[in-house]
């Protein structure tokens, strides 16, 4: 499956985005979706998953109740709804898709990724 995330820009901390994940070349239903990112000069980071399904989700502490992900699988889509954004949450932004549900916080068990995307907040 190829992977493309796009929505990244800049924004004003306390500000929203949506980023998405567009999917294509195998029934995207068949993957868990993963959301990373990455800063300069620091690792790349799990930001949230969401199942082949959509009925289970995933977040990381950081982001939990300002995140959301969710997706539309007969779109053969992904989407990472971020609000209350702060400046810490700068970083390039990555999806990434796998086929079973376990180790989704883990990047390394992703085998498709998409280009980042970009999300800059500014203070």
């Known amino acids: 499956v190829q992977l493309q995330a796009s929505g990244g820009g800049l924004v004003q901390a306390r500000g929203s985005l949506r980023l998405s994940c567009a999917a294509s070349g195998r029934p995207f239903g068949n993957y868990a979706v993963g959301w990373f990112r990455q800063a300069p000069g620091k690792e790349r980071e799990f930001v949230a998953a969401i199942s082949s399904s959509g009925s289970t989700t995933y977040y990381a502490e950081s982001v939990k109740g300002r995140f959301k992900v969710s997706r539309a699988n007969a779109k053969s889509a992904a989407y990472l709804q971020m609000s209350s954004l702060k400046p810490e949450d700068t970083a390039v932004y990555y999806c990434?898709?796998?086929?079973?549900?376990?180790?989704?916080?883990?990047?390394?068990?992703?085998?498709?990724w998409g280009q980042g995307t970009q999300v800059t907040v500014s203070s």
């Open positions: 990434a898709a796998k086929y079973l549900w376990r180790d989704v916080i883990d990047h390394r068990q992703y085998a498709f």
